[in-house]
Nanobody
Framework: QVQLVESGGGLVQAGGSLRLSCAAS????????VGWFRQAPGKERECVVA????????DYAVSVKGRFTISRDNAKNTVYLQMNNLKPEDTAVYYC?????????????????WGQGTQVTVSS
């Protein structure tokens, strides 16, 4: 079993930055690929970025490309999501998820483990 705990959410003005963290426990973190998802009120959950087990492969949603950066530190069992130039439309609950295959995927059905989420609110 894997436990994922997100942190770093909050309220920020448009144009500002936040860094989300996802701390994992319960399984060798280096053997998990990870994704960040978000869900805004009234909208479906979407994947914003995914990173492979090794960290060498990433995949970004078009809406965040160039603004968000995912990284992982396997020694600290943590994945980070650096979010810059935030927009009001980035407002959502952000979830960290992990799966037991090597590759990065943006398909939520591929993920085996989910965190509880952290709220990100961007004011205009």
């Amino acid at each position: 079993q894997v436990q994922l705990v997100e942190s770093g959410g909050g309220l920020v003005q448009a144009g500002g930055s936040l860094r989300l963290s996802c701390a994992a426990s319960g399984r060798a973190f280096s053997m998990l690929a990870v994704g960040w998802f978000r869900q805004a009120p009234g909208k479906e959950r979407e994947c914003v970025v995914a990173i492979s087990m090794s960290g060498r492969s990433t995949d970004y949603a078009v809406s965040v490309k160039g603004r968000f950066t995912i990284s992982r530190d396997n020694a600290k069992n943590t994945v980070y999501l650096q979010m810059n130039n935030l927009k009001p439309e980035d407002t959502a609950v952000y979830y960290c998820a992990a799966h037991r295959r090597a590759w990065a995927t943006m398909t939520d059905g591929a993920y085996d483990y989910w965190g509880q989420g952290t709220q990100v609110t961007v004011s205009s």
